[in-house]
């Protein structure tokens, strides 16, 4: 069963958002709240980006997501937007979006899809991302946790 086509969203990544505040706003909720965080870089005009953000909330990744992770949009424009945050989460542009990080509670990087691993997200199965998440939410051992 693969991911669920969608119509385009145009509100998606705000044009005016501000990612760097939004990433460490989501960080301080992050260690309140035992979660961590799931940056989602893409784009309004990225089709695989709106396939990709239905599925994560929505279903059983949905579900997933809503208990352990803090999801944060990084708008690229044009490929010309965020390209700082692209880089400090090593984030290869050029392999596609949308692209995912996961974050630990202190801010380091956990995991990042650097080969574009969702770049085809349309063509995902649901119970790949599920698993996928799975690996990824908040471990039970809390004093491990990066």
Same mark, same amino acid.
């Given at each position: 069963?693969?991911?669920?086509?969608?119509?385009?969203?145009?509100?998606?990544?705000?044009? #005016?958002?501000?990612?760097?505040?939004?990433?460490?706003?989501?960080?301080?909720?992050?260690? &309140?709240?035992?979660?961590?965080?799931?940056?989602?870089?893409?784009?309004?005009?990225?089709? #695989?980006?709106?396939?990709?953000?239905?599925?994560?909330? #929505?279903?059983?990744?949905?579900?997933?997501?809503?208990?352990?992770?803090?999801?944060?949009?990084?708008?690229?424009?044009?490929?010309?937007?965020?390209?700082?945050? &692209?880089?400090?989460?090593?984030?290869?542009?050029?392999?596609?979006?949308?692209?995912?990080?996961?974050?630990?509670?202190?801010?380091?990087?956990?995991?990042?899809?650097?080969?574009?691993?969702?770049?085809?997200?349309?063509?995902?199965?649901?119970?790949?991302?599920?698993?996928?998440?799975?690996?990824?939410?908040?471990?039970?051992?809390?004093?491990?946790?990066?």
């Amino acid at each position: 069963d693969v991911l669920e086509a969608v119509s385009v969203k145009k509100d998606l990544y705000p044009a #005016d958002a501000d990612a760097k505040k939004e990433i460490e706003d989501a960080l301080k909720q992050a260690a &309140a709240g035992k979660k961590r965080v799931l940056l989602v870089f893409g784009a309004n005009w990225c089709y #695989d980006c709106h396939v990709l953000d239905r599925a994560l909330h #929505d279903g059983p990744a949905g579900k997933v997501v809503k208990e352990s992770f803090l999801l944060v949009h990084v708008d690229i424009g044009e490929a010309n937007k965020n390209l700082n945050l &692209a880089k400090k989460y090593k984030v290869p542009l050029d392999k596609g979006v949308p692209a995912v990080v996961i974050l630990g509670r202190d801010g380091g990087i956990l995991y990042s899809s650097g080969d574009g691993e969702f770049e085809a997200a349309r063509k995902m199965m649901k119970k790949d991302l599920v698993a996928f998440l799975g690996r990824w939410k908040q471990p039970l051992v809390q004093n491990r946790e990066r």
